[in-house]
Every structure is written in structure tokens, then in C-alpha cells.
């Protein structure tokens, strides 16, 4: 993503947008830690000459939004003026606008391909490529993995070729144990080069046994990234007492944190419901950008919210977005 800056007169931090770094990623070897230590901001560095003004750079901060009416229908034809956008409390500008359909879409498709999934895979696989079919235009691209002890990548990044796209959903295989958090780190660093809009879909029953990252640096990870990552939970039919409750929690609060959505699914009809509900959000969603106002707080973390009003019926909307960002990028 392209990053836009602007100099202001005056001493102030250094707020990093997510998702404007581009960095490569390993697929094929351990990611590095998570836990590095973060850079020092711009703003606490000391002026060579105390005579000189100092600059710093003030990042163009995306929220992508999605707005659900009462039955859960996605809203479309809303306008700038219908949006209240604040960072921890404080109503900002709203410099861009947009309906981000017309931005080009990355997915990243990830598969879980471990034992506990290997009854429902061939339904999946063929869920996965209607899904593909119906959402992808010229000017998107998809990338599919499948994970079980490792992270696999079936394409060869991302492509918009549909042949390409079912010939690799066709041979994710059948692995033993389940590298979830892995998986979610892994991909999101794959599309934190990306630009445009950036959504993970998740196909798993929320069962994480080999990580070598926790939850939060996954999560961490997609919310740098922007990505929006909507979890399809599959709930196994025939061992329900079995279920991995904890993980599907946590892919719960990820979706809600990144501003995607989460959907459980026992059947193909409700596997093809979700891919459909996915696209469907996918269609009608919008893009709000705004320069941060200076802040004093030297916090890491800045929270997000996002209202819509002076539109009648707007006590019955639903707004989903991310969470928040982060001012310091993680090293990785």
C-alpha cells in the first residue's frame, strides 16, 4: 500500500497505519518472533540541530467497514455524511470515502486439513471453489493454503487464474495435527505486502495443537495486516461432544477484532450459506481513511469506532470494522 505522509509543524509521535510495510514471507520455515522489540518513534528521536524544526510522518489510517441491517442484510447506498468515525474518543475528518467494491480484493483461502477435518475436506474443497467463482473479478486475486502440522501454500501466490485456483484446492492434503495460529500469522504476513482490500477466510473446526506463535501474535499479525478475516467453524456432526470450544471462541473474537465475521457450519448448505453471506459483505462495503489528529498518549494501541447516523433507521444497523491499530509495526 502506498504510503501517504504529511509534514506537520510540531513535536508529535510517529502513528503507524497497518498494512503499509511490504515485507516477505517464509511460508516453508518458522516465522520469526513476534515478540521483538518494537521501534523506537520517530517524534522520541533528538534533533541534530536544536534550531531545526522537526518533522513527522502522519499515516493515512484505512478503516473498512460494513454495515448489517436488522435481518443481518448488508447496507449499501449510505454516504460520507452518514458516518461519525472516532480514535479513542475523538471524532476525526474523514479525508477519503469510498465504496470499497471497487478496490481490488485479495483472499487468502486457508483450509484446515487436519485429521479432525478429513470427513468434511471434499465438501469444503467444493464449497471453496464455488466460492472462489462467484466472488473473483479481473482485478482480484486469491491465494489458497491448507494447514494441519505445517503451512502450505497451493498457488503460486496470488492469482486470479480459476483453473490455477481449483487445481490447487484440489490437491491441499490430508495432514495430522493443526497449526492454526500459524496459518492465520503466516498468511497475514503474505498479504501485508497486498494492496487493496484484504480479506482471510478461514475453514476449520478451531482446534489449535502445533503453533509455534500464540493467539496474539496472530491476531496481531491480521490486524497489521488490515485484513478482515471471516472464520467458517465447522462443527464435527459426529463427535459434537469433542468440539474444541476454546478455539472457536478465539476465532470468534478475531473475526469481531479485524471486522470480519465468524459462521458455524454442519452441513453443505450452511458451508455454501457462508461463502455466500461472505461474498455478499464483500459486494457492499466501505472504505473510511483519515489523518490521525496529534495525540500526546504514547499508547501503542489506538481504539477505532465507528457509528452511523442521520439515517432513520441507523438504531437498527449493525457497524463492524477493526478494532483499532497499532502506532509501532512488529518486527518480523
Known amino acids: 500500500m502506498r504510503k501517504l505522509a504529511t509534514s506537520l509543524l510540531a513535536v508529535g509521535l510517529?502513528?503507524?497505519g497497518c498494512g503499509l510495510w511490504a515485507q516477505q514471507t517464509s511460508i516453508s520455515q518458522n516465522p520469526a518472533s513476534p515478540n521483538a522489540t518494537p521501534q523506537t518513534p520517530a517524534a522520541a528521536q533528538h534533533p541534530a540541530d536544536p534550531q531545526s524544526t522537526l518533522k513527522y510522518d502522519v499515516n493515512l489510517v484505512n478503516v473498512y467497514v460494513t454495515v448489517t441491517d436488522a435481518h443481518g442484510s448488508p447496507?449499501?447506498?449510505?454516504t460520507k455524511e452518514n458516518f461519525v468515525l472516532e480514535e479513542d474518543g475523538r471524532e476525526q475528518k474523514i479525508a477519503v470515502f469510498d465504496k470499497e467494491s471497487a478496490f481490488p480484493l485479495s483472499i487468502a483461502l486457508a483450509v484446515d486439513t487436519s485429521l479432525s477435518t478429513r470427513h468434511d475436506l471434499?465438501?469444503?474443497?467444493?464449497?471453496a471453489k464455488h466460492f472462489a467463482h462467484s466472488i473473483l473479478r479481473p482485478i482480484d486475486a486469491l491465494s489458497v493454503y491448507g494447514f494441519s502440522e505445517v503451512v502450505r501454500e497451493s498457488t503460486p501466490g496470488f492469482t486470479p487464474d480459476l483453473k490455477?485456483?481449483?487445481?490447487?484446492?484440489?490437491?491441499?492434503?490430508?495432514?495430522?495435527?493443526?497449526?492454526?495460529?500459524?496459518?492465520?500469522?503466516?498468511?497475514?504476513?503474505?498479504?501485508?505486502?497486498?494492496?487493496?482490500?484484504?480479506?482471510?477466510?478461514?475453514?476449520?473446526?478451531g482446534g489449535d495443537t502445533i503453533s509455534t506463535v500464540d493467539y496474539k501474535a496472530a491476531v496481531r499479525a491480521a490486524e497489521e495486516a488490515e485484513a478482515l478475516v471471516y472464520s467458517i467453524i465447522i462443527v464435527p456432526?459426529?463427535?459434537s461432544a469433542?468440539?474444541?470450544?476454546?478455539?472457536?471462541?478465539?476465532?470468534?473474537?478475531?473475526s469481531e477484532d479485524t471486522g470480519g465475521k465468524y459462521y458455524y457450519a454442519t452441513s453443505t448448505a450452511q458451508l455454501d450459506d457462508a461463502f455466500r453471506k461472505i461474498s455478499d459483505e464483500l459486494r457492499t462495503q466501505y472504505l473510511l481513511a483519515y489523518y490521525p489528529i496529534q495525540r500526546n498518549s504514547f499508547s501503542e494501541f489506538r481504539r477505532i469506532q465507528v457509528k452511523v447516523a442521520s439515517v432513520p433507521e441507523a438504531s437498527d444497523y449493525h457497524v463492524r470494522h477493526r478494532a483499532g491499530y497499532y502506532t509501532v509495526k512488529s518486527d518480523f
Request: proline share 1%.
Open 122 to 127: 471434499p465438501l469444503e474443497q467444493a464449497a
Open 75 to 78: 447496507v449499501g447506498g449510505l
Open 164 to 205: 490455477r485456483i481449483d487445481d490447487a484446492i484440489d490437491h491441499i492434503h490430508v495432514g495430522a495435527a493443526t497449526a492454526l495460529y500459524d496459518a492465520i500469522y503466516l498468511v497475514s504476513r503474505s498479504l501485508d505486502k497486498r494492496k487493496g482490500r484484504k480479506v482471510i477466510v478461514l475453514i476449520t473446526d
Open 14 to 16: 510517529f502513528v503507524s
Open 237 to 239: 456432526i459426529e463427535n
Open 242 to 254: 469433542g468440539r474444541e470450544t476454546g478455539g472457536e471462541h478465539a476465532l470468534i473474537q478475531l
